[in-house]
């Protein structure tokens, strides 16, 4: 399976970005996907994970309230939508593919990654 993320940017604080994660191929609706970032000089972090079905969603609690994800089967898209955008959520976004049907918060069990949109948000 290979991951392609798109939709990063440059935005100002307070807008809005969606970013898009294509599969190569669609027997990555059965898996859970996640959506992790990487700011300069941190470690990869959580940021949000949807289960295999949509049906259910987590945040981390920095995104929780102003992102959403969503996944549509039939195309094997993940979307990451950021509302409210802060300067500290600029980093790189990449998501990931979870070998089970739903992921967890961190980056085991994700065997797939794409490889990473840049998300920068100026005050």
Same mark, same amino acid.
């Given at each position: 399976v290979q991951l392609q993320a798109s939709g990063g940017g440059l935005a100002q604080a307070g807008g809005s970005l969606t970013l898009s994660c294509a599969a190569s191929r669609r027997t990555s609706s059965?898996? !859970?996907? !996640?959506?992790?970032r990487q700011a300069p000089g941190k470690e990869r972090e959580f940021v949000a994970r949807i289960s295999w079905n949509g049906a259910i969603t987590n945040?981390?609690?920095?995104?929780? !309230? %102003?992102?959403?994800?969503s996944r549509d089967r039939a195309? !094997?898209?993940?979307?990451? %939508?950021?509302?409210?955008?802060?300067?500290?959520?600029?980093?790189?976004?990449y998501c990931a593919s979870h070998r089970g049907p739903i992921g967890g918060t961190d980056s085991s069990g994700y065997n797939y990654w794409g490889q990473g949109?840049?998300?920068?948000?100026?005050?």
């Amino acid at each position: 399976v290979q991951l392609q993320a798109s939709g990063g940017g440059l935005a100002q604080a307070g807008g809005s970005l969606t970013l898009s994660c294509a599969a190569s191929r669609r027997t990555s609706s059965n898996n !859970g996907m !996640g959506w992790f970032r990487q700011a300069p000089g941190k470690e990869r972090e959580f940021v949000a994970r949807i289960s295999w079905n949509g049906a259910i969603t987590n945040y981390a609690d920095s995104v929780k !309230g %102003r992102f959403t994800i969503s996944r549509d089967r039939a195309s !094997g898209t993940v979307y990451l %939508r950021m509302n409210s955008l802060k300067p500290e959520d600029t980093a790189v976004y990449y998501c990931a593919s979870h070998r089970g049907p739903i992921g967890g918060t961190d980056s085991s069990g994700y065997n797939y990654w794409g490889q990473g949109t840049q998300v920068t948000v100026s005050s």
